[in-house]
């Protein structure tokens, strides 16, 4: 073993041991092994940041983006709809969850179904109050399980094609990978239904300051236009719709209130609604039934381009203007361009309009207006801004366009039109053009430590082939394998691919270990179709590390997950896949 290659495999194995340890976290980590690699010199100083233009950066990132857009356009709570009463317990929403998961990712890339899914894991996770982290990994499992069962689901399975092709003059077919696919695929699925307990209790996401500021008790304005969904049906019907998370506290038709009105009353175009609940319950129901809020005909004014309109939470202070004042009264919109749009006092329940509501000292009140402005605002107006959190109550809007763009990404990529990290470019770059997604939300939506741990793991991991490490794993397996039975040198190949894929990408990893697979087989005799399925199906499934597979990484910071959670759960799910995948293999593909 020379010098380089022993520089290599002890920064890899110190780096991995950090990992573990989770004493500093996981970006540092990766920065600190990529400056060691330069530092010794296996990693070229002219090439340690070429891991940041790396396809797989630029996946992660704009999946991230595809995914708010589709959560933030509400298209997927229409579905929830219909299969919410029925998900009951946790081992059933992950059947449901990892289910769907892995038969999209049979067949658009993986990456693209689980993106697709996981606003559907947080609003299922939102409304049972289970932990996202029992979902998330689950998930990102079950799309690496799907990702086998086509040629297309993964991109293993394509170069082990294309090696194939190379070798045999005939590559796979889009369904040859299907048999054997098909039974791991299952029983992963069912492994995961009962397995998630492995898992850690109690992961967090990336931190966020909406469960500290969770006011349920806002109450706005919505009118029903003729466009609106709940139009001739009940008060009952538009808490169902609202999953009991908003109430209807009255009725305004004709300048006639309703208070209170009963389940049964009926909802008809032009009535204004008073709805009472949280800020995001507020909005979900506003757009899932196409309501107007009251000063939607008045919209802030900008001054640029690259102005926004949002809305923030404040406290009216102990000096404010607005103190014994009303939004009317005050001519709020008129003197300070902002509209108000929701309103909250503890204990206390609102029987007037929202504009004539007189605020007192301590009312916490959402404010709409440009957002380069609305800081200004407030201290001409004497609030108290709360801590900076997401509000979308007045600015989303139902819109099929993030999910046509996404569904267009994945047939794009599935069949081969576009590079994966183009479409998916491509797909955020749309998403933000046409408004679903603002500039400030693209940016805050991207994991930036994960897209840092990315750009430095990259060239340490690339240093192991530089070096010549990976000739000498080939190299050892090569004599290990000699000494085995044909089921055991199958197994042990798949056993290596599973290993290699932490330290290499999957990719290279199928590169690196499908010809020596196939010169084996070769060399004892055999086939080397099943020694190719192999490769493909252990490069395809690592389950022991955040770092492997882009749509592990994807979940870590979103399911709070720690480094050394992945192998809990990866670990008795790799030992499946190679206790079902040998024996199916062999059926499938002869070794003679």
Known sequence: MTQPQMLSFAIVAGMMALFVWGRFRYDLVAVLSLLAAVLVGIVPADKAFEGFSDDIVIIVASALLVSAAVAKSGILEAGLNHVGPYLRTTQIQIVVLVGVVTVLSAFVKNIGALAMMIPVAFQIARRTNTPPSSFLMPMAFGSLLGGIVTLVGTSPNIIV?????????????????????????????????????????GRKGAASLDAALDIKDYVTEARVTAESDVVGQTVADLHKLANGEVKVASIIRNETRSSSPLPDATIRENDVLMLEGESDALESAVSRAGLKLSRDHRLPETDEATDEIGAIEAIVGPGSVLTGLSAERIALYERFGVNLIAVSRSGERFKERLRTI?????????????????PDTLRDLGCLPLAEREIRLGSARRSLLPAAILMGTMVLVAFNILPVAIAFFGAGVLLMLFGSLTLREAYETVEWPIIVMLGALIPVSESIRTTGGTDLIAGWLSTAANMLPPTGALVLIMVAAMAVTPFLNNAATVLVMAPIAASFATQLGFRPDAFLMAVAIGAACDFLTPIGHQCNTLVMGPGGYRFGDYWRLGLPLSIIVVVVGIPLIMLVWPLN
Request: no cysteine; proline share 5%.
């Open 358 to 374: 007189t605020l007192r000292v301590g009312d916490v009140i959402v404010l709409q207006g440009n957002l380069k402005r609305l």
């Open 161 to 201: 094609s294309r090696v194939r092709g190379e070798l045999l003059g005939e590559p796979f077919g889009m369904f040859d990978f299907t048999p054997v696919g098909i039974g791991i695929a299952l029983a992963g699925v069912v492994f995961l239904a009962f397995g998630y307990r492995l898992l850690p209790q």
